[in-house]
């Protein structure tokens, strides 16, 4: 979708160093890291916020979690685990509008969130 941030960077109007991307989806760290492992997976598709979501879209996002687990894994997370957080609209601390799952790790993270 024009003018929005994650569209551009997933056509590559933004240049940005992924650390994963296939047909559907990519990964990519995150600019203003809040653990010492900070990255977010987003769909390639333009979908603004969970509240949008199809059920059509279930295996894209069952595709969008399994990956992020598997970078999880890769990126070191896999024995003391890491946070897996949608933001979703405003009281859900949503700042950009199309879906990407958080994946913050390499910290002991506080529950419940300020
Ligand atoms: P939200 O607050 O919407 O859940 O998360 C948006 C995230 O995107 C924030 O953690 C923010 O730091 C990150 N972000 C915003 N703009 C950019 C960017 O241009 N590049 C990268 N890598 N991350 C970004
Ligand atoms: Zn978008």
Aim: net charge negative; proline share 5%; with cysteine.
């Amino acid at each position: 979708m024009k003018d929005c941030l994650f569209c551009k960077i997933t056509s590559g109007e933004i240049p940005i160093e992924k650390i994963y991307e296939d047909e559907q989806i990519c990964a990519f760290f995150d600019i203003n890291p809040q653990a010492a492992t900070h990255f977010l997976v987003i769909p390639k598709k333009h979908i603004a916020n969970l509240m949008e979501l199809r059920e059509t879209d279930a295996s894209l996002m069952g595709h969008i979690v399994y990956q992020a687990t598997e970078l999880a894994k890769k990126l070191g997370l896999e024995e003391n685990g890491a946070r897996f957080v949608f933001n979703c609209k405003e009281d859900g601390g949503q700042t950009v509008p199309h879906i990407h799952l958080h994946v913050l790790g390499g910290r002991k993270l506080n529950w419940p969130p300020g």
